[in-house]
């Protein structure tokens, strides 16, 4: 078995007496995009500035591609975004870009890594004269620019309009396609949606969830599905024919809403119904659940709160 | 923006070689020092603005030195002093604090360039800025009637010895105080050693505190200065050993009281 490029068992930190992470475990697997999203304040910059080597862990154990967080040679390996700053501020952003694609053996061209970020044009700008949006991707560039094979990136997109949230996420494709691993935070579902071939949700330091957009979004999941049609329809009827546990009403009129598993037996079986009652089911739609729906079923607090 | 070519991201992890990094860093020192207004007019303005003044106005009288080049003879050594007081203490103490307040050496920290690296980086910038800081207020000093004695080794070691001093005292301020506070120690410490330290006016002025005062670096450096390059006494064992002290005890206790962020 290959080693995880990051596994994190039972990882805990307190701050003043106050637990910030309560027991976490992770794996990120060999080039696979890991997301840990949870809600401000739910653990994710102080786990991965653990893993990062920036603080040390109370509890607990830390492999970094190997090797614990603090092993030197994993600078050269480990790329790092912090959530915020990160640069002289007196420093030109291209010089920024070329300072530390210097300390790498086979940067990539910061040229390059500028003009697809679309920081092309403040290239010659200082650092403190760029935008919030134009410094978090000059950051980005700073993490992948020494062509690492593990990227640690906390909050990529915060604060950053929709093109820079496209390019930063197409950035992270292409590192995923090339066999880069990465580990990003987040608290957008969408970004985590898009991106993670794994997804681990925090709450108050603790893992509430883990496993694939797939498996969290299905997995005890009611799901619903809305039609229209008649007004008045026999309920009763439709409720003998669907699956033990499913619930069906009728609210307001003609607006029906029936909850189950839904699986092609169940609109099977609904469509059956209403052609037997001579009635045609209009806008039917299926809502699936999203991270959103999982995070709040999960800890009862909207993610964004 | 276009799309990334399959490939051209795969990892391709290594550091790049020490002399490489060092130089790259030195030359990011270098420009951060030259493009900033205040560390100029710290390093390069005051010093030699002082040190015209001084000369040309006599509102310091210095026994013995009467007449421009005597004057100029006096004056000289201080301000060397406080050339190397400003970069490697004031100056980079600030530095240090904003760095550390801005996230670069947790971000540097977070790059295949060790610390050992950036601190040898720091240190080459601060020489080149003495350097600068030297040629210049010797050409002024010349230029005002000076007339230098004493061993120019003699003169090197001190500014070595003082550079230690200082930089050991500014990585100690500058990586344990927030930035603002930082600035505000950073210049107070300036004007106090720069009165206290026999730059202004001789620290006999000072009378009976003398003895004392003249263990602050500020007052071993240009004390010791002062006496190779204008009474042309050799190297002074006590303000040696002074600023050795300091160097010892600023390193070492900036080397364990030192936060990178």
């Known amino acids: 078995m290959t080693t995880a490029a990051l596994e994190v068992d039972g990882l805990r930190k307190a701050y003043a007496g106050r637990a910030v992470v309560d027991g976490l475990s992770l794996t990120l697997r060999p080039g696979t995009v890991l997301a840990l999203l949870g809600p401000n304040g739910a653990g994710k910059t102080t786990t991965v500035e653990i893993c990062e080597g920036f603080r040390t862990a109370d509890a607990g154990t830390v492999r970094v591609l190997g090797l614990p967080p603090a092993e030197s040679s994993l600078r050269a390996r480990v790329g790092v975004m912090p959530q915020a700053g990160g640069a002289y501020p007196g420093l030109r952003c291209a010089e920024m870009l070329r300072l530390v694609a210097s300390f790498s053996a086979s940067p990539l061209d910061p040229d390059d890594l500028l003009e697809r970020l679309g920081l092309s044009e403040v290239a010659r700008t200082s650092y403190r004269r760029l935008s919030g949006g134009q410094q978090q991707r000059l950051s980005l560039a700073l993490a992948v620019v020494g062509r690492p094979e593990l990227v640690f990136l906390d909050e990529p997109t915060a604060g950053l309009d929709p093109a820079a949230r496209r390019a930063t996420w197409e950035l992270v494709e292409a590192l995923r396609r090339d066999g880069v691993s990465v580990l990003l935070t987040t608290h957008l579902m969408d970004e985590a949606e898009r991106l993670a071939d794994d997804v681990v949700i925090v709450d108050a330091g603790r893992v509430v969830a883990t496993g694939t957009v797939a498996e969290l979004t299905r997995t005890g999941a009611v799901g619903q599905l809305r039609f229209r049609a008649t007004p008045g329809l026999d309920l009763e009827q439709l409720l003998t024919a669907l699956p033990v546990g499913c619930t069906a009403k009728e609210s307001p009129s003609g607006d029906y809403l029936v909850e189950g598993v839904v699986d092609p037996q169940l609109l099977a079986a609904v469509t059956a119904w209403s052609a037997g009652q001579g009635a045609l089911a209009t806008d039917l739609r299926v809502e699936t659940r999203t991270l959103e729906d999982v995070f709040l079923d999960l800890t009862g607090r909207e993610l964004r709160a | ?261």
């Open chain 2, 1 to 261: 923006m276009s799309t990334w070519s399959p490939g051209s991201l795969a990892p391709r992890p290594g550091a790049a070689p020490l002399r490489r990094m060092l130089s790259a860093q030195t030359t990011a020192e270098l420009k951060l020092v030259l493009r900033n207004g205040e560390q100029v007019l710290l390093s390069l303005v005051i010093p030699l603005g002082l040190l015209v003044l001084l000369v040309l106005v006599p509102f310091v009288s210095v026994d013995g030195a009467v007449g421009r080049g005597a004057r100029a003879d006096f004056f000289v050594p201080g301000v060397l002093a406080l050339a190397v007081m400003s970069t490697a203490f004031t100056g980079q103490a600030i530095a240090v604090g904003f760095e550390r307040q801005y996230g670069v050496l947790k971000r540097l920290g977070a790059t295949p360039l060790p610390r050992t690296v950036l601190l040898g980086a720091k240190t080459l910038a601060v020489l080149a800025v003495e350097l600068l800081q030297v040629l210049l207020i010797c050409a002024v000093g010349l230029a005002l009637g000076w007339d230098p004695r004493g061993s120019v080794l003699q003169v090197l070691v001190l500014v070595v010895l003082g550079t230690a001093a200082f930089s050991g005292l500014g990585l100690l301020l500058g990586g344990t105080l927030r930035g603002l506070t930082t600035l505000a120690a950073a210049n107070l410490l300036w004007f106090v050693l720069l009165v206290l330290g026999g730059v202004l006016f001789p620290l006999s002025a000072f009378g009976g505190a003398e003895p004392l005062l003249s263990l602050l670096p500020t007052a071993a450096l240009s004390t010791g200065l002062r006496d190779v390059l204008d009474a042309g006494a050799g190297l002074g064992a006590r303000e040696a050993l002074a600023l050795l002290v300091w160097a010892v005890i600023s390193l070492g206790a900036a080397s364990r009281l030192f936060r990178w962020e």
